[in-house]
């Protein structure tokens, strides 16, 4: 078979949507869900694939700008609506619109493309690594409590359906994101996203609330949950949902917890998508009782090589040449010398001998200062070809805050 694969034409977006649908086994999308992935998608950075007159393949890409460490916000390629056709599965269709998404990132000037899998299997192939980790779990609040700060004590909380609250917590929002590798600045239309709420997709719970917490009269942070009712436990049980949770003072993150936990008629705080340094594992009495869990999150490739390892700092000198095996994107292949510290960074070709050897998905992996490539070496991954370029190299990509996006896209 061979596969055409083409941008998107506009007036077809409703079939590669539904197309996209079926082949997510997804149901009936509620209309306000399917208009903000209308608005949302970038049609000209759309590929389609193509049997014939059959449209099989869909893969989509939105223009972001990523936090990296130490570095300005860098545009990248955010990955989104992979699809093939349950008739044309494994046959090389996703190899082939991953070949051209990849050299249109590249003819772009896009050094990074990120993506949020469904299959976490998938995407390694193809030079992605797994850069970040959410963090999961469910608090047992009937018996675990949080040490909350004398001043969060004097925080006061007003409660409403999300919406209604959403430019005070996009003002929060866009307080966090430059202090987080991997959070992405807001683009028009994404602030609707977290707030998208449609009956059908409550799964019995309660709407979407915000509780907004205010220290001396400003906003400082916000919680979006829902309550979702356990039947037959006797009224107490109820969980809260979270959703999200942010807060610009390390007090204001805890009393918003205390809040939650304290939730008449409830008896836990389920969350999904935490990062895995949040504070609250320092702050609840007993971790145990968090049954707390995790998974990859951003998974991340780098496109070019020099210019990415360009646009972020390193958190102690280093002076290294990376031998970077990349068959996917040939391009990156070959000694390439990285020299920064924490004010800025070069990473340039070079014909000098190569310190350590690291295939690109390992490079993507370690890129935002998450996991560590002396982690990576020590399952084989990453080759120490000079004694000391490991811990050199290591300790420079590593940071002192966890990587992490709140949202999938
Ligand atoms: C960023 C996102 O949008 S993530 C969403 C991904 N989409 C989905 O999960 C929707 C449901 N699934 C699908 O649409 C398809 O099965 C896809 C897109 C995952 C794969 O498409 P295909 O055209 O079948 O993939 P293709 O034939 O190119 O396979 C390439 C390789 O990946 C492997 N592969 C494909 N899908 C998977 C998977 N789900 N898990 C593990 N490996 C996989 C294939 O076995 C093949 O390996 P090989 O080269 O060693 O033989």
Not at 8 to 24: G, I, K, M, N, Q
Not at 170 to 187: I, N
Not at 363 to 371: M, V
């Given at each position: 078979m061979t596969t055409d694969v083409r941008p998107l034409a506009p007036e077809l977006w409703d079939l590669y949507f539904d197309r996209l649908a079926r082949a997510f086994g997804w149901p009936a999308s509620a209309p306000e869900d399917r208009e903000l992935w209308r608005q949302l998608t970038e049609t000209e950075r759309s590929l389609t694939a193509w049997d014939g007159e059959e449209l099989i393949g869909t893969a989509g890409a939105f223009s972001f700008r990523m936090t990296v460490p130490g570095g300005a916000p860098l545009a990248v390629s955010g990955v989104t609506m992979v699809s093939v056709q349950p008739t044309h599965r494994r046959r090389g269709v996703l190899t082939a619109m991953m070949r051209r998404q990849l050299d249109d990132f590249r003819a772009r000037g896009e050094s990074v493309a990120i993506l949020t899998a469904s299959e976490p299997a998938i995407y390694g192939r193809f030079g992605y690594g797994v850069a970040t980790r959410e963090m999961s779990g469910t608090v047992d609040t009937t018996r675990v409590s949080f040490a909350v700060p004398e001043e969060g004590r004097r925080v006061r909380f007003r409660l409403g359906p999300a919406a209604a609250a959403l430019d005070a917590c996009e003002a929060v929002y866009a307080q966090v994101v430059a202090g987080r590798p991997g959070m992405l600045a807001r683009q028009?239309?994404?602030?609707?996203k977290p707030v998208l709420d449609p009956p059908a997709d409550r799964d019995g719970a309660t709407e979407l609330l915000c509780v907004l917490a205010e220290l001396d009269g400003e906003v400082r942070g916000y919680a979006r949950y829902a309550v979702k009712p356990q039947r037959g436990a006797g009224g107490s049980e109820s969980v809260v949902r979270l959703k999200d949770l942010e807060a610009l003072d390390p007090a204001v993150g805890a009393a918003l917890w205390q809040y939650l936990a304290d939730i008449d008629l409830t008896s836990s705080v389920a969350f999904r998508n935490r990062p895995a340094d949040d504070p609250l594992v320092h702050l609840v009495s007993d971790l145990r009782r968090c049954r707390l869990g995790w998974r990859d999150g951003l998974h991340l490739r780098l496109v070019d090589v020099g210019a990415a390892l360009s646009a972020r700092t390193y958190t102690c000198p280093v002076d290294v040449v990376l031998a970077v095996e990349d068959p996917f994107c040939p391009w990156n292949s070959g000694a390439w010398r990285l020299s920064g510290d924490a004010e800025g960074a070069t990473c340039e070709r070079t014909t000098a001998p190569a310190d350590l050897a690291v295939p690109v998905r390992d490079l993507g992996a370690a890129y935002l200062g998450g996991p560590t490539l002396r982690a990576m070496a020590a399952a084989g991954t990453v080759r120490e070809l000079r004694p000391g370029a490991l811990r050199e190299a290591s300790a420079a990509f590593h940071g002192d805050v966890e990587p992490w996006l709140p949202h999938g896209f």
């Amino acid at each position: 078979m061979t596969t055409d694969v083409r941008p998107l034409a506009p007036e077809l977006w409703d079939l590669y949507f539904d197309r996209l649908a079926r082949a997510f086994g997804w149901p009936a999308s509620a209309p306000e869900d399917r208009e903000l992935w209308r608005q949302l998608t970038e049609t000209e950075r759309s590929l389609t694939a193509w049997d014939g007159e059959e449209l099989i393949g869909t893969a989509g890409a939105f223009s972001f700008r990523m936090t990296v460490p130490g570095g300005a916000p860098l545009a990248v390629s955010g990955v989104t609506m992979v699809s093939v056709q349950p008739t044309h599965r494994r046959r090389g269709v996703l190899t082939a619109m991953m070949r051209r998404q990849l050299d249109d990132f590249r003819a772009r000037g896009e050094s990074v493309a990120i993506l949020t899998a469904s299959e976490p299997a998938i995407y390694g192939r193809f030079g992605y690594g797994v850069a970040t980790r959410e963090m999961s779990g469910t608090v047992d609040t009937t018996r675990v409590s949080f040490a909350v700060p004398e001043e969060g004590r004097r925080v006061r909380f007003r409660l409403g359906p999300a919406a209604a609250a959403l430019d005070a917590c996009e003002a929060v929002y866009a307080q966090v994101v430059a202090g987080r590798p991997g959070m992405l600045a807001r683009q028009p239309g994404w602030e609707r996203k977290p707030v998208l709420d449609p009956p059908a997709d409550r799964d019995g719970a309660t709407e979407l609330l915000c509780v907004l917490a205010e220290l001396d009269g400003e906003v400082r942070g916000y919680a979006r949950y829902a309550v979702k009712p356990q039947r037959g436990a006797g009224g107490s049980e109820s969980v809260v949902r979270l959703k999200d949770l942010e807060a610009l003072d390390p007090a204001v993150g805890a009393a918003l917890w205390q809040y939650l936990a304290d939730i008449d008629l409830t008896s836990s705080v389920a969350f999904r998508n935490r990062p895995a340094d949040d504070p609250l594992v320092h702050l609840v009495s007993d971790l145990r009782r968090c049954r707390l869990g995790w998974r990859d999150g951003l998974h991340l490739r780098l496109v070019d090589v020099g210019a990415a390892l360009s646009a972020r700092t390193y958190t102690c000198p280093v002076d290294v040449v990376l031998a970077v095996e990349d068959p996917f994107c040939p391009w990156n292949s070959g000694a390439w010398r990285l020299s920064g510290d924490a004010e800025g960074a070069t990473c340039e070709r070079t014909t000098a001998p190569a310190d350590l050897a690291v295939p690109v998905r390992d490079l993507g992996a370690a890129y935002l200062g998450g996991p560590t490539l002396r982690a990576m070496a020590a399952a084989g991954t990453v080759r120490e070809l000079r004694p000391g370029a490991l811990r050199e190299a290591s300790a420079a990509f590593h940071g002192d805050v966890e990587p992490w996006l709140p949202h999938g896209f």
